[in-house]
């Protein structure tokens, strides 16, 4: 069986505009680099790019056919310059991290250290 395609587009309304940055500084003769993701947007951009990130989590994955999402895969949208998102963006994937079936992450995925996590008080 031939797999469905799911079309979408137009879920950013507004401006939004993600793009990275390439940082550099010296300290002491040692440069250090890395990048930066910069995501703005105007407030109807802003909410329209929430609201897709809350769609996403909120989707029960294992309701999904299997034509519309493989056990193993995981939901995701492509937000792509000039379309949903502004011309000087880079195109951009926006998805879950647990596969539907299997809660697995992806095998490149490197947890955060907690041991870094800043712990406040209320």
Not at 16 to 45: A, F, N, S
Not at 60 to 78: D, K, S
Request: glycine share 10%.
């Amino acid at each position: 069986m031939a797999k469905k395609w799911k079309w979408r587009g137009g879920e950013i309304t507004g401006h939004l505009d993600i793009i990275i940055h390439d940082c550099k500084d010296e300290d002491d003769g040692e440069i250090r680099k890395w990048q930066e993701v910069l995501i703005h947007g105007d407030p109807e951009g802003l909410r329209t790019f929430a609201k897709l990130l809350i769609t996403i989590a909120d989707l029960n994955q294992e309701q999904e056919t299997e034509t519309e999402l493989p056990v193993g895969a995981r939901e995701h949208y492509h937000l792509r310059p000039n379309r949903e998102l502004g011309k000087s963006s880079v195109e951009t994937i926006v998805g879950r991290l647990d596969a539907k079936g299997t809660g697995h992450f992806y095998n490149g995925y490197v947890a955060k250290d907690v041991r870094n996590i800043i712990h406040r008080k209320k």
